[in-house]
T-cell receptor, first 117, second 117 residues
């Protein structure tokens, strides 16, 4: 079973509108972190925002916020007031565990976001 | 500047010709990892390392080797490249001290676009 599911392969959004990118995850580990990365056409992976499994509040970083619903195992990324420069691939990822076992980020397949003027 | 440096950025090679992609980080991170990115599949982990001389397989290790002789370096070796290894490769590093490790994200290099003909 997929550990990270992003159900939107592509999205078109009008500039200045808010955008919600969906992400659901699957883990039995009580300790995990959820991450969102942006990949522009140039190819680099840019870290956007992090949410820990024990965090009580939703994470925010500037125009980015994470709508964390633990019981539903969802971690949607919200971009407020979208800009043309937000056009990119967006990946949701998860890191599990407290150390000592297998490690790494598990990625979803990504959402290709295009902001239209 | 804190960074992960990969070289080369672009590489075209022929089937069977051994190659090495270098990766170096200057943040004194314990964890390092290699990923490959293919269209529609997201990023998949090839190998990871928790510290010097400690490496383990990720999800897609076949056809790859790694070594971690020094903390800062984590080269990826393709002994006999094949066309199905044509991909975009990322090296990444993460802190490992202070639990839980799930609190920490990975910092990514700029990527190496490999074509095997």
């Amino acid at each position: 079973a997929q550990k990270i599911t992003q159900t939107q392969p592509g999205m078109f959004v009008q500039e200045k509108e808010a955008v919600t990118l969906d992400c659901t995850y699957d883990t039995s580990d009580p300790s995990y972190g959820l991450f969102w990365y942006k990949q522009p056409s140039s190819g680099e992976m840019i870290f956007l925002i992090y949410q820990g499994s024990y965090d009580q509040q939703n994470a925010t970083e500037g125009r980015y916020s994470l709508n964390f619903q633990k019981a539903r195992k969802s971690a949607n990324l919200v971009i407020s007031a979208s800009q043309l420069g937000d056009s990119a691939m967006y990946f949701c990822a998860m890191r599990e565990g407290s150390g000592g076992g297998a490690d790494g980020l598990t990625f979803g397949k990504g959402t290709h976001l295009i902001i239209q003027p | 500047e804190a960074q992960v440096t990969q070289n080369p950025r672009y590489l075209i090679t022929v089937t069977g010709k051994k190659l090495t992609v270098t990766c170096s980080q200057n943040m004194n991170h314990e964890y390092m990892s290699w990923y490959r990115q293919d269209p529609g599949l997201g990023l998949r982990q090839i190998y990871y390392s928790m510290n010097v001389e400690v490496t383990d397989k990720g999800d897609v290790p076949e056809g790859y080797k790694v070594s971690r002789k020094e903390k800062r370096n984590f080269p990826l070796i393709l002994e006999s490249p094949s066309p199905n290894q044509t991909s975009l490769y990322f090296c990444a590093s993460s802190p490992g001290t202070g639990l839980p490790i799930s609190n920490y994200g990975y910092t990514f290099g700029s990527g190496t676009r490999l074509t095997v003909v």
